[in-house]
């Protein structure tokens, strides 16, 4: 396998906290880089999470509004 590399440029997070479940969304763009090109990743990060005891467990993700651009290595 190959080593990725995130960048989060844009950081725009809604948070609905509760005593027993917490919901947070975010923009992000990232940028994979491979031996035979590069592609930037575009679109939103959904997550829910859920309170057991003492921790928070993710309990659902959605990537929405994707886009993809990928760029041949010259």
């Not at 950081?11 to 923009?27: I, Q, V, Y």
């Amino acid at each position: 396998g190959g080593e990725h590399e995130m960048f989060v440029v844009q950081f725009d997070a809604e948070h609905r906290s509760g005593k027993h479940h917490c919901n947070c969304a975010f923009h992000f763009n990232m940028l994979y880089e491979r031996p035979a090109y590069r592609e930037l990743s575009q679109g939103r990060d959904m997550w829910v999470f859920h309170r057991q005891q003492d921790r928070w467990i993710a309990v659902w993700r959605a990537m929405i509004e994707l886009s993809a651009d990928r760029v041949p290595k010259q």
